[in-house]
């Protein structure tokens, strides 16, 4: 395929994703008032957010672990308050906007390169903490499907069986890289890149650190979910992870419509006013509200500087 036509098709998906999406979402809502959505928000009790808000904050700083992890496999040493004050403001970027490589790679990059960090280490960077995520994603989604594939089978009419099978191929996969990071024993190359194999230790982190990351976001859709949706929270984090994998595979930024598309279809319980209600307030906890806070502290910190040289010139 030539360049140029590969160029614009890659442009051209997630628009074609998108028409697809919002129509299947306006055939599955076509019963479904505008004011049955916003009265379902308003009816969401403050102890309900609360604790939706309170464990998305505790996720937000789970994952500062993510470039911890990354900066420890580079062998980089970078400040605790440099540290944490990058790592929530990519990831709060890259997981609204995305792609992730130019969104969080450019701030890791802004704020890293006082520590000789190159562009490419950057965008490296951020690559490791999307495998990490990754990571996890397969490790949670596997363990979903082994120990609980009743409520998929249940929503997706696929036998349990293939469900569990299907786990346990996943986890002797994970298994397998487990093997390898503990026998690799020459460096890994991507061009003129070059790094040496994880250690065992450092697998075992990596699945750790996204496997409870995981957990924590389907956690706060959970806490969210009307009532009247029938599955416990083990077997919705299959669904939650199938809805998370086919937003990202679709390419449309933050998975938008995509996510709330396969939930209302494997969900089919729960009245669709109010679980479109609780995922729009999903949005706004997890994604929205840390991208506002983290602008406006960016923000703060900008205009300080600003001031801290404006004052430093004048004397």
């Given at each position: 395929m030539p360049p140029k036509l590969k160029r614009i098709l890659?442009?051209?998906?997630?628009?074609?994703?998108?028409?697809?999406?919002?129509?299947?979402?306006?055939?599955?809502?076509?019963?479904?008032?505008?004011?049955?959505?916003?009265?379902?928000?308003?009816?969401?009790?403050?102890?309900?957010?609360?604790?939706?808000?309170?464990?998305?904050?505790?996720?937000?700083?789970?994952?500062?672990?993510?470039?911890?992890?990354?900066?420890?496999?580079?062998?980089?040493?970078?400040?605790?308050?440099?540290?944490?004050?990058?790592?929530?403001?990519?990831?709060?970027?890259?997981?609204?906007?995305g792609p992730a490589?130019?969104?969080?790679?450019?701030?890791?990059?802004?704020?890293?390169?006082?520590?000789?960090?190159?562009?490419a280490d950057a965008a490296i960077m951020t690559a490791l903490c999307g495998f990490f995520f990754t990571l996890g994603i397969i490790l949670t989604a596997g363990l979903a499907l082994l120990i609980q594939p009743q409520g998929l089978a249940r929503v997706s009419g696929v036998p349990e069986v293939l469900l569990r099978?299907?786990?346990?191929?996943?986890?002797?996969?994970?298994?397998?890289?487990?093997?390898?990071?503990?026998?690799?024993?020459?460096?890994?190359?991507?061009?003129?890149?070059?790094?040496?194999?994880?250690?065992?230790?450092?697998?075992?982190?990596?699945?750790?650190?996204g496997t409870v990351d995981i957990a924590i976001v389907a956690g706060v859709v959970y806490i969210l979910l009307p009532e009247g949706v029938s599955l416990f929270y083990p077997a919705f984090v299959g669904v939650y992870v199938l809805a998370m994998l086919t937003g990202a595979l679709s390419h449309v930024p933050g998975g938008i419509g995509v996510f709330e598309a396969v939930l209302l279809l494997f969900l089919p319980d729960a009245d669709k006013g109010a679980l479109l209600a609780s995922l729009l307030a999903f949005r706004g906890v997890y994604y929205l509200l840390p991208l506002v806070t983290m602008a406006s502290i960016n923000a703060l910190y900008e205009v300080g500087k600003r001031l801290y040289g404006l004052a430093g010139g004048s004397r």
């Open positions: 890659s442009r051209l998906l997630p628009l074609v994703v998108m028409v697809l999406v919002f129509y299947l979402l306006a055939k599955m809502l076509r019963d479904v008032e505008v004011s049955d959505v916003a009265n379902a928000i308003r009816n969401l009790s403050g102890a309900t957010l609360a604790k939706a808000i309170g464990l998305a904050a505790f996720g937000y700083i789970w994952i500062i672990g993510y470039d911890y992890l990354a900066l420890r496999y580079l062998k980089w040493k970078i400040p605790w308050p440099r540290l944490i004050f990058t790592s929530l403001s990519a990831f709060s970027l890259q997981r609204n906007v490589p130019i969104t969080g790679g450019a701030v890791r990059y802004r704020f890293y390169k006082k520590y000789g960090l190159s562009v099978s299907v786990g346990a191929l996943v986890i002797l996969g994970l298994l397998g890289y487990l093997a390898w990071s503990r026998l690799r024993n020459h460096p890994i190359r991507i061009k003129s890149w070059e790094a040496p194999p994880p250690s065992l230790q450092m697998s075992i982190a990596q699945l750790f650190f």
